[in-house]
């Protein structure tokens, strides 16, 4: 899905957002919230911007590590 910094940040989910991506909270301080992004479902489900049945879903960390070669547990 695509989705705009400031999308994230109305839904509450950018201290999520930042972690996950490793950028800092303040990023988008001055401007930038127009800056679109893209997010796997799995990405969108974990920040809490949509929900999914849990059941159609592997464990987010379980995915993202898979992808990133890392453990998020």
Do not use: R
């Not at 303040?26 to 919230?33: F, K, L, P």
């Amino acid at each position: 899905m695509t989705i705009t910094l400031q999308e994230i940040m109305d839904c509450g989910a950018w201290n999520k957002y930042c972690e996950l991506h490793g950028c800092s909270e303040w990023a988008v301080n001055e401007g930038g919230g127009d800056v679109q992004v893209s997010l796997s479902i799995h990405q969108a489900h974990h920040l809490g911007i949509v929900k999914v049945d849990d059941w159609k879903l592997k464990p987010f960390e379980e995915v993202y590590s898979s992808v990133n070669g890392k453990d998020h547990s």
